[in-house]
């Protein structure tokens, strides 16, 4: 299932259940890939509640799309973000893009076969 990742530009935090939320995931395989990844590092109120920064999130998509999508094991996708992160990151978000378009594109049309 595709993670439903909307980021509100004026939140500065995110609860560990709002982000399985996103991913449709148990809080459990957020905390695991935390601990996995030195990628993500959330903040820790006074209660130890993890808050996560949209850059966290941004990271965890980025684990999604290695590990579910491309069918890499953890330490392949550990390897592979160690090895060149930024290079990783650019054709993400490139594929990312792609995918909005396309989806868009099926939108569009939809709306025209319907009329």
Request: net charge positive.
């Amino acid at each position: 299932m595709k993670p439903n990742v909307k980021l509100n530009p004026d939140k500065l935090f995110y609860t560990i259940g709002e982000v399985a939320a996103m991913f449709n995931v148990k809080t459990s395989l957020i905390r695991y890939w935390e601990s996995e990844f030195d990628i993500i590092k959330p903040k820790k109120n006074k209660k130890g509640n993890r808050l996560f920064t949209p850059k966290d999130v941004e990271n965890f998509y980025l684990i999604w799309y290695l590990v579910k999508e491309r069918g890499m094991t953890l330490a392949g996708a550990k390897k592979k973000l160690k090895e060149n992160k930024d290079e990783t990151e650019h054709n993400f978000e490139i594929i990312r893009r792609l995918k909005d378009i396309r989806e868009l594109i099926v939108e569009l049309r939809d709306q025209i076969d319907c009329e």
